[in-house]
Every structure is written in C-alpha cells, then in structure tokens.
C-alpha cells in the first residue's frame, strides 16, 4: 500500500484510514501516529494526515483527554496517579492532562473508590477491611489501581 514519497494518493488513502480509526473511537495525535507506523507512512505523510485530522476536528487531545479519564476513573476505577501515568505516556499535553483529571468531579472518584474497594472485599470474601491482614492487602490492590495512601485510609476509616 505504501507508495512513493509525496504521492498524494498514498496521503488520500491514509487519511481515509486515519479517518475511520478516529471515527470508530476517540484517539490522541500519539495513538494516531503509531498507527499510521503500523501503516508503513513517512514521517512527512504522518504530519500531513494527523494536521488534517486535527483541522477536521478528528484528533482533539484535551477531548481525548477528558473522555479518558471519565472512562478510566468512572467505568474501571482507576485512580488519579493510574491516569496521569497512562496520559503521560501517550504524551499529552500539560493543559490536555489536567483538563482531562479536572473532568471527573470529586464525587465520581470517591465513588470510583469506594466501589473498587467493595469489589475487591466481595472478592476476597470478606464483609470489612477490620481485620489488618485484609486491610492490608484491600491496600496494597488499591494502591495498585492509582489511588494513594490518604485517599485510602480516609475510605477505609
């Protein structure tokens, strides 16, 4: 499918692609661009698709970004440090980042809390976290999930 440096119609079939990889869900410029890698495109045919993509509206990283984090934090009960962690490293930037986080209101992520450490407590057969070894391994799970120490052991108390 790759053709020739400069050939538009290599950038008119890329561009379709791009445009329906977009279009099926929402994507960042980097997830974009390693996909047009995948596709074998230039750097030069890589700039000019993800520019027009952008100009089309297709590529929005701070929309990205939002939809991002409500899905990660409401639907999979991540934490805040999880997330930051994943947006870095689809190398966002600054504003996209914190435009995503300041997205989920502070109740939606104590829920998303509150519900990952009951899930894991019916998972572990358990009714509270009373005892220290279950406390500690509720913990250490949700730690595991991006949330910190405070934010825990303000839940569990």
């Not at 989920?104 to 358990?126: G, P, Q």
Request: hydrophobic fraction near 35%.
């Amino acid at each position: 499918m790759a053709t020739k440096l400069g050939n538009d119609n290599n950038i008119s079939d890329l561009l379709g692609r791009a445009r329906r990889y977009c279009a099926g869900a929402e994507q960042c410029e980097d997830t974009v661009r390693q996909k047009l890698v995948v596709w074998k495109a230039t750097p030069e045919e890589s700039d000019a698709v993800v520019a027009a993509l952008m100009n089309e509206g297709y590529i929005d990283d701070e929309r990205y970004a939002r939809a991002y984090c409500e899905s990660k934090i409401k639907n999979h009960q991540w934490g805040r440090q999880k997330v930051l962690y994943h947006l870095r490293l689809k190398h966002l930037s600054r504003t996209a980042v914190d435009s995503g986080m300041a997205s989920v209101s502070e109740d939606d992520y104590r829920e998303a809390l509150h519900t990952a450490a009951e899930k894991k407590l019916d998972e572990m057969r358990v009714e509270s976290a009373d005892d220290p070894e279950v406390r500690q391994k509720l913990t250490a799970f949700l730690i595991s999930r991006g949330f910190t120490i405070s934010e825990i052991n303000q839940t569990l108390n």
